[in-house]
């Protein structure tokens, strides 16, 4: 049986960049972020706005270490590469939560990884944002 891992990400104070620097700059951060995103988790691997600033990345056959270190290295890269928009640099982190199940487990396997994966990501931004949680 197949395995998948599934992140989901959330821009840490998104909020304050539309209230700071208003929604234009905004949704050039979540272009922006949407391309670093998919430019990082191109073979095989699904990415996908959920909403806001939320992303979902589906990872199939990818084991949890792998995963975890994947996200850990996407997370650093926006600490090393700050977002330039109109001369203006803005520092940006991401909270992840992170889940993975085996692939056929049961019919409602997609929802609780969803489920698992969006706890995780909760867990994330309670410890203080700006890191990778797995779901246990």
């Known amino acids: 049986m197949s395995i998948i891992?599934?992140?989901?990400l959330d821009i840490d104070f998104f909020k304050r960049v539309n209230d700071?620097?208003?929604?234009?700059?905004?949704?050039i951060v979540l272009k922006e972020f949407a391309h670093r995103l998919s430019n990082k988790f191109k073979q095989d691997?699904?990415?996908?706005?959920?909403?806001?600033?939320e992303f979902v990345v589906a990872m199939p056959?990818?084991?949890?270490?792998?995963?975890?270190?994947?996200?850990?290295?996407?997370?650093?890269?926006l600490l090393t590469l700050p977002f330039i928009i109109d001369d203006m640099q803005l520092d940006i982190s991401s909270s992840i939560g992170l889940a993975v199940t085996e692939v056929g487990k049961s019919?409602?396997?997609?929802?609780?990884?969803?489920?698992?994966?969006?706890?995780a990501l909760y867990r994330a931004k309670s410890?203080?944002?700006n890191k990778v949680c797995v779901a246990s």
Do not use: N, P, Q
């Open 45 to 53: 691997c699904i990415v996908a706005r959920l909403g806001g600033e």
């Open 107 to 119: 019919a409602s396997m997609i929802e609780d990884l969803l489920k698992s994966a969006d706890l």
């Open 127 to 129: 410890e203080g944002r």
């Open 5 to 8: 891992s599934v992140a989901m």
């Open 61 to 77: 056959g990818v084991e949890c270490d792998t995963a975890t270190s994947l996200m850990e290295e996407f997370r650093e890269s």
């Open 20 to 27: 700071t620097h208003g929604h234009d700059i905004g949704d």
